[in-house]
């Protein structure tokens, strides 16, 4: 599944093809929103926004159309009047004069007025969004440290999306390998060093990897991300040597995912 640096880069694109643009079709596939047809002609896509691994496309009139990916949803962007060929579900249809930006296969699509986004259950649910400008090293401690996830492995804990929200697999083991921690450390253990490096790995990488477009270029400056790429330490390395030890990577599984690590310098 697509992680945080992944959603945001598929919404920059959606927004270039259509913001801004008065919609000249729009179509739904599930009959509870085949009335929002006629309502979202005529309007403008003002803004597509990112909360974890959902998108807010919000309208001119004040309409919004919330979807979540899930496992198969994809996005495509596409000139006006085509329909590519595929084995997909076409679910949204969105068009104006010069592009289409089409929805298939997801299930999870609601058309949302102020007061049901205001009131909706995986919003409500998640954590701030990793990519939000507004989180802080100070505000992702905070978190860490509240009795609700002090208590967690960091292994679990950052997959979980009411902590933080748009984590996923690869970032995990990436933000555990840069802090040097293994996954069944929990918060509640950390010294003030260890939750320093945490808390801004969790921040930092992946806004490294959106700016980058998670390119593998030049590595990491010594854990400083401003102006470096990013690159993979761990994830689908298995087998190479860790660049801060030598000793091999290697998988296990945590949570039932893949998890990456370098037994030597990731410590309990």
């Not at 974890?52 to 949803?73: D, E, P």
């Not at 007025?113 to 401690?141: K, Q, S």
């Not at 490096?197 to 030049?218: F, H, K």
């Amino acid at each position: 599944m697509p992680e945080g640096p992944e959603i945001r880069r598929a919404a920059d694109t959606l927004m270039k093809a259509v913001g801004g643009r008065e919609i000249t079709l729009a179509w739904f596939a599930f009959p509870h929103l085949k009335p929002f047809e006629s309502q979202l002609k005529g309007q403008r896509i003002e803004n597509i926004e990112t909360r974890g691994k959902a998108l807010l496309t919000w309208f001119s009139n004040g309409l919004v159309l919330y979807s979540h990916n899930q496992l198969y949803g994809v996005w495509r962007v596409v000139k006006a009047g085509e329909t590519p060929v595929t084995k997909r579900d076409l679910r949204v249809r969105l068009e104006n004069e010069q592009f289409a930006i089409l929805l298939y296969s997801a299930s999870d699509i609601q058309i949302l007025d102020a007061d049901a986004l205001a009131a909706h259950p995986f919003l409500l649910r998640i954590g701030p969004d990793v990519l939000d400008p507004a989180l802080t090293v100070e505000e992702t401690r905070t978190r860490l440290l509240s009795p609700r996830f002090r208590g967690r492995q960091l292994g679990s804990l950052l997959l979980d999306q009411s902590f933080i929200a748009g984590l996923g697999n690869y970032l995990r083991v990436e933000i555990l390998w840069q802090a040097g921690l293994a996954a069944g450390v929990r918060g509640r253990e950390l010294s003030t060093e260890q939750l320093d490096r945490l808390c801004e790995a969790i921040v930092a990488i992946p806004r490294l990897s959106y700016a980058t477009r998670g390119t593998m270029d030049d590595p990491l400056d010594e854990g400083k991300y401003h102006g470096a790429r990013f690159q993979f330490k761990v994830f689908h390395r298995t087998g190479r040597p860790c660049e801060r030890c030598g000793h091999p990577i290697e998988k296990t599984t945590h949570g039932s995912r893949p998890f990456y690590w370098c037994p030597v310098c990731q410590h309990d």
